[in-house]
């Protein structure tokens, strides 16, 4: 793999760019491989490459439909953070943003991390009291969530300017200040690049229609460019979940919801923390690096697989923006997406061993991007060894049938 370097920077630029090598390759599928992995986003690019890394197994392929990240990879408000409710959710998620912190430099490759920090705003009692809870939990693992006062979030946000008459006034906030944001596709490529140069091959516009079977096993997948035989098969297919496990005839305890997100025309730099709202539907706020104000809110409230949103909550979402930050009135809406998530009844992830000998499934859930390096790295031990790995124990589908769940207020609304 060419490093990238100030020196490969500095070569390149005197030769006017024209030597930088392939990032990574376009095989042909081989007839068999030792793991197939569905989707090619950042989870089943991440699995690969952990398993490749830290396993040894290189005879792997990803098989991805469309092109790598143009998923919800590429279509997520970049957003990265661990606070959470449950024993079973902190660990895990903060193992991600410890992993994320490294990645740039096992990867090679520029990420982006951006340690901004998240306020959320608490504007009842109720979500004072979820709050608290979480703070504490998070403390029991040594992740930082403290109360701020007002005085301090006019000092670090000085365009926070909301009206006295606010419809829920704002008694102070929570701020958790290793929350960050990624640069959302470089994760998806960067994984990509280390992957392939291990030896997966990375197989872009191959879908997979077919999960073969026999004995109550895996045998391949078929594909619209033909059967490739697999030993494993594993998918991480956010938004198809459903579709692709009942290939393996298996039904998945989820539902698939569109959410949305919708960026302003960019502007100079006024907004360094990622901003909850969440008395107003979860409504959040940051700007990006390219100096849009990016806005989401929780996922639009029924099933479907069309890529797109509803209107009420881009109306709600932005009136609630406004209230607070009144300033933003005169900024003009330049761009407006949606994916979709498979949620489960609980709210946490599922990465877990199936009914099928040698079929895997990562279902990442509300909030994937956060956890993309700790599912991966999660998955690819489960893949290697057939074992869940220590932090995903209680992750497993087998939750839905012992009634063992890991019920998560902490994702519901803020992302
Ligand atoms: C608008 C929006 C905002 C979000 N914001 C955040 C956020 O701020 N923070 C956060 O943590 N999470 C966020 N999420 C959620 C997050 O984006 C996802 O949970 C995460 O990206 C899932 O990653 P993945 O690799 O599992 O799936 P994906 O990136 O969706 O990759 C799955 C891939 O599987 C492929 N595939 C599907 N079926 C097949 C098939 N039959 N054959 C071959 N390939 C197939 C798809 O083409 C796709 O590329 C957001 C999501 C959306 C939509």
Redesign the pocket.
């Known amino acids: 793999m060419q490093r990238y370097s100030i020196f490969s920077l500095a070569r390149n630029a005197l030769t006017g760019h024209k030597n930088w090598q392939q990032v990574w390759r376009s095989p042909s599928p081989k007839k068999e491989y030792d793991v197939v992995i569905?989707?090619?986003?950042?989870?089943?690019?991440g699995a690969a490459w952990y398993l490749a890394r830290d396993h040894g197994i290189t005879n792997v392929a990803v098989?991805?439909?469309?092109w790598?990240?143009?998923?919800?990879?590429?279509?997520?408000?970049?957003?990265?953070r661990s606070n959470f409710l449950r024993e079973a959710s902190v660990p895990f998620h903060e193992k991600s943003l410890d992993l994320y912190h490294e990645l740039a430099k096992d990867l090679n490759y520029n990420l982006m991390v951006s340690e901004r920090g998240m306020i959320t705003f608490i504007q009842s009692s109720a979500v004072n009291r979820v709050q608290m809870q979480m703070a504490n939990t998070m403390h029991i693992y040594g992740a930082k969530y403290r109360m701020m006062g007002l005085d301090e979030v006019r000092r670090r946000v000085p365009i926070f300017d909301p009206p006295d008459d606010m419809r829920l006034p704002i008694h102070g906030a929570i701020h958790q200040p290793r929350a960050s944001m990624v640069r959302?596709d470089a994760v998806?490529w960067g994984f990509a690049r280390a992957a392939d140069a291990r030896g997966v091959d990375i197989l872009q516009q191959?879908?997979?229609?077919g999960i073969a079977r026999e004995n109550g096993g895996v045998t391949g997948v078929q594909?619209n460019r033909g059967f490739i035989k697999a030993k494993k098969v594993a998918m991480?297919?956010?938004?198809?979940g459903s579709?692709?496990a009942d290939m393996a005839g298996i039904r998945l305890p989820i539902v698939t919801q569109?959410?949305?997100?919708w960026v302003s025309e960019p502007i100079k730099p006024v907004l360094n923390e990622i901003i909850v709202i969440r008395s107003y539907h979860g409504t959040y706020l940051m700007q990006s690096d390219k100096g849009e104000i990016v806005i989401?809110q929780g996922a639009d409230p029924y099933p479907s697989y069309a890529q797109r949103g509803t209107i009420p909550i881009i109306e709600d979402a932005t009136a609630a923006v406004l209230e607070v930050f009144p300033s933003f009135e005169r900024l003009k809406l330049l761009r407006h997406?949606?994916?979709?998530?498979d949620m489960t009844f609980d709210g946490s992830p599922i990465i877990s061993k199936t009914d099928v000998k040698g079929f895997y499934v990562?279902v990442?859930?509300?909030?994937?991007?956060?956890?993309?390096p700790a599912?991966a790295k999660t998955f690819a031990h489960l893949i290697a060894n057939d074992e869940p790995h220590v932090l995903t124990g209680e992750l497993g589908l087998d939750r839905f049938h012992s009634g063992r769940l890991v019920p998560e207020g902490g994702v519901s609304a803020n992302?």
């Open positions: 569905i989707g090619g986003g950042g989870h089943g690019l098989v991805e439909k469309g790598l990240g143009g998923g919800n990879t590429g279509r997520n408000t970049m957003t990265v959302h998806a191959t879908e997979v229609t594909t991480a297919v956010a938004g198809h579709v692709v569109p959410l949305q997100a989401g997406w949606a994916g979709m998530l990562d990442a859930g509300s909030g994937g991007f956060k956890t993309t599912a992302h």
